[in-house]
């Protein structure tokens, strides 16, 4: 009797625990479903669950920029829990390339990421009510959540972006009322720019993962570094109308994605419909949604051993709490939380069930790239005393990604990939270079940001198709055929030392050929400072300038209380030093008082924001002025908002602009007083066939020469594709292969080689080539004058890397790329080709920068 009763008194105690954890509808005084929640209660949700089970914690990992807390909700088992470092340890051991130890625990780690994208604010709903059945082991289908969490630690990111997040909700507050009007052409279905899908810096960040640009994406890669989960998946939203997808992926697929791989994400995918099919919910799979881009949540993971997936409910943005279909359907806030809430679970058993099976392949993929690696090459060499500023930002992205490297030996006749030429030949690597081996446990995601031409099993993807590191960071590289191995840990070289000059010098020097040195001359110019551009090389106690190089002097500068403290901020911000010199009388060239030296004055800078605006393009300037150059930029809503009278320079950033005929004329006007405009990619078109604005589309008799060559591709096209269908008078393709053929149009991202007028400011500090990034099939044909940057007709508009429609190509030929049309005493700034694209080709920035400050001397 009495062990009964203390049985029955044990059982009350578990029970009294159980109820201790908080349904969400208990904690935040509405059902999941009713209306969306903001991040500080998700927050404080997890934390409270946290407090109430032993089978959880949250672990902070970061702050947005708006300052709103990211972090992780760890769930496993109170054993596990117990254990925890040992295991985080264990799972570490796996990814060094060893294999898996005998003594390995066998715990896999599954890492769930909800809404990264803000406004498919579904996603967030969905992980308050997965965490609570983790946690609580209630509300998980006939799943055994004990057996599930005593294989595997789950690692669960309620909300990656809460910033746009919270903006999403916002707007839906605001908007919707008592009951939610289903109804689509309502105002809560109709979110106003720029929308809550990006962060605070209106960047797209399932685009960062590699790159990590953005704050949250630093945080989140640290956080999933900490821990490296055999398993990842990105939840998500897409259109209304759309049923729901899980993995498997559609084609194309990166060629280093294993077998193993691809195998179990078919393992997960069939797991995920037999929970979908219990109850008849609709769902798709191999379709859209590819494997390639490197920096998504689905692929980053997968480059790195995991089994990446993304997992789309139809909704976004749009949805609202509830929305008509297409069909009539009524779909519901709570039928998409219970959507994403089932996939993640099944995706938790299924992971758990095949526990021994993931650490396993992991640790061997982890193991391959050790010993063979992925990929076509076997390392990579950096020549040394690149510029400083580009190679520190290459060494970022390597640290970033956990990517080792050190020093080359000396080595001749190696069989080399060159990435400027595109042409594989004897080279010689020098002692000392940069030496990336491609023999790491990392290699895979190595692999993939340095493969030089993506090959593309499928041309139906939906991001750009190239990326290397090279073009990205302006830099010359090898891909080598056969191995070399490091001699020794990277040791950057000291900066060259300058001479100090007299005690009071007459002026300084700023180098003006490095890929930061417009952050010098911002930072002079936040400072009050007058700086003089050289338009030809000089030379000068004992040293040899260039042309683009800066001089400051005391003359004009007289109310600067430090300017030698100026210069050497200046110096710091773009990586070299300023030079202090006697006189301004040089030896060779034109002295400091001569025409020749452009004066720069600190320039009052605006961009436009808000509808018919690329948020992406107006958030990549933003982010670039306060984190890049560290320069006041004024943004304001519209173009009729711009106080030209008080501007100097105006940017467009790419976007959909309707400008009418006031607009145009006054910017016109101000231009041809002596304003900057700088238009940035689809910006441009405003001004194309405009009177008096230089741009056009085509030049004379160029139109006919692409049609020309288009109807050739189209006439080789229909020899390809004919068929019996022809002789019979049906069209020469089969409808079902008309959907895919469009895509002979599209370019969806290369890289192209721009021929360049290194001479020019605009081009300040690159040389007679330029890799540029197209994202678009968008052309315009070289200026009658004043052309920087231009793809060469030699090259027959074919990209260097990366996959462009054949029907794209021709119009490619011979088109503008970055080019200056004088208008009166000011210019107008044509960046056909986005230099800013997702702040990672930093290759580009140069160019924007140039743009923006050298005005005076266009």
């Known amino acids: 009797m009495k062990f009964t009763f203390a049985l029955l008194a044990l059982g009350g105690a578990c029970l009294t625990s159980f109820a201790q954890v908080p349904t969400p509808a208990e904690f935040l005084g509405y059902e999941l479903g009713d209306r969306f929640t903001r991040h500080h209660s998700v927050v404080d949700y997890a934390q409270a669950l946290a407090d109430a089970s032993p089978k959880a914690i949250w672990e902070p990992y970061g702050r947005t920029s708006e300052y709103r807390e990211l972090g992780l909700l760890i769930v496993t088992s109170e054993a596990n829990h117990a254990r925890l470092e040992t295991l985080r340890a264990a799972n570490l051991a796996r990814t060094e390339g060893k294999g898996l130890a005998s003594d390995d625990p066998g715990v896999a780690f599954v890492y769930l990421s909800y809404n990264v994208h803000g406004n498919e604010a579904v996603c967030t709903e969905a992980a308050l009510r997965t965490m609570h059945a983790l946690v609580s082991g209630k509300d998980a289908g006939e799943g055994d959540v004990a057996s599930w969490l005593e294989r595997a630690v789950i690692l669960i990111d309620p909300c990656v972006n809460p910033d746009g997040r919270d903006r999403y909700v916002a707007f839906q507050d605001r908007t919707t009322g008592l009951l939610p009007d289903v109804n689509p052409g309502t ?380 210069c050497i901020r200046a110096g710091e911000a773009a990586g070299v030093s300023a030079v202090a010199v006697s006189s301004g009388r040089v030896t060779t060239g034109y002295d400091f008082g001569s025409s020749h030296y452009d004066a720069i004055q600190a320039p009052r800078i605006a961009t436009v924001s808000g509808e018919g605006v690329s948020s992406l393009s107006a958030g990549e300037i933003w982010y670039h002025f306060e984190n890049n150059l560290r320069y006041p930029v004024h943004r304001v809503g519209d173009i009729a908002d711009l106080d030209l009278d008080n501007l100097d320079v105006v940017i467009l950033p790419s976007g959909w602009y309707r400008m009418d005929e006031g607009d145009r004329n006054d910017l016109a006007s101000w231009v041809r007083g002596g304003g900057q405009l700088v238009a940035v990619g689809g910006a441009c078109s405003a001004f194309s066939g405009q009177d008096g604005w230089g741009l056009e589309r085509y030049a004379e008799g160029e139109r006919a020469d692409i049609q020309e060559e288009e109807d050739r591709v189209q006439e080789a096209a229909d020899e390809r594709n004919a068929h019996d269908n022809a002789s019979q008078g049906l069209d020469p393709l089969p409808f079902a292969a008309q959907g895919r053929d469009r895509l002979r149009y599209d370019l969806p991202g290369a890289i192209f080689r721009a021929a360049v007028d290194d001479t020019h400011p605009l081009a300040d500090g690159y040389g007679s080539e330029y890799m540029t990034l197209r994202t678009s099939g968008r052309r315009f044909a070289a200026l009658e004058e004043g052309n920087v940057a231009v793809l060469p007709p030699g090259d027959q508009g074919r990209p260097f890397s990366g996959h462009a429609g054949e029907m794209s190509i021709p119009a490619q030929k011979g088109s503008l790329v970055a080019g200056v049309h004088s208008m009166g005493q000011g210019s107008v700034v044509y960046l056909v080709d986005n230099p800013l694209f997702r702040a990672f080709w930093k290759s580009g920035h140069r160019l924007f920068d140039n743009a923006v400050f050298l005005g005076p001397s266009m």
């Open 187 to 566: 105002v809560e279905h109709d979110e106003p720019w720029p929308g809550g899908r990006s962060n605070h810096y209106m960047f797209d960040m399932n685009r960062d993962w590699a790159w990590q640009t953005q704050r949250e994406t630093k945080g989140r890669v640290s956080a999933y570094r900490r821990w490296m989960p055999q398993v990842h998946v990105d939840f998500h939203e897409q259109g209304v109308n759309s049923p729901y997808y899980f993995a498997p992926a559609a084609e194309p697929f990166h060629k280093i994605i294993s077998p193993w791989q691809r195998k179990c994400q078919e393992h997960i995918g069939a797991n995920n419909a037999r929970w979908f099919d219990a109850r008849g919910a609709l769902y798709f799979t191999r379709e859209v949604f590819d494997l390639f881009y490197p920096a998504y949540g689905d692929t980053w993971p997968l480059y790195n051993g995991a089994i990446g997936m993304t997992y789309e409910q139809g909704g976004s943005s749009r949805a609202g709490r509830a929305i008509t279909t297409s069909l009539g359907d009524t779909l519901t806030l709570a039928y998409r939380i219970l959507n994403h809430h089932e996939s993640g679970l099944s995706t938790v058993e299924e992971s758990a069930n095949r526990a021994e099976e993931l650490v396993q392949q992991f640790a061997d993929y982890h193991r391959k790239n050790v010993e063979d690696p992925f990929g076509d090459y076997a390392g990579y060499v950096f020549p040394a005393e690149q510029d400083a500023a580009k190679m520190a930002e290459l060494f970022r992205l390597l640290d970033a990604n956990g990517i080792a490297y050190g020093k080359a030996p000396a080595a001749a006749s190696v069989q080399a990939y060159d990435y400027s030429s595109g042409r594989t030949s004897k080279r010689t690597v020098r002692a000392g270079d940069l030496l990336i081996d491609a023999h790491q446990p990392h290699g895979g995601i190595l692999q993939v940001l340095m493969d030089p031409d993506p090959e593309l099993s499928d041309s139906m993807t939906y991001d750009i198709t190239a990326w290397a590191l090279p073009h990205a960071m302006g830099l010359n590289a090898l891909a080598l055929s056969s191995r070399l191995r490091t001699t020794g840990p990277w040791e950057e070289a000291p900066a060259a030392q300058r001479a100090a000059g007299a005690a009071r010098p007459y002026g300084w020097v700023l180098p003006g050929g490095g890929a930061d040195a417009i952050r010098g001359l911002a930072s002079l110019l936040s400072d009050g400072v007058t700086v003089r551009r050289a338009d030809t090389g000089f030379s000068l106690d004992g040293q040899v300038f260039k042309a683009g190089d800066f001089v400051i002097t005391r003359r004009n500068n007289e109310t600067v209380a430090d300017l030698a403290g100026a």
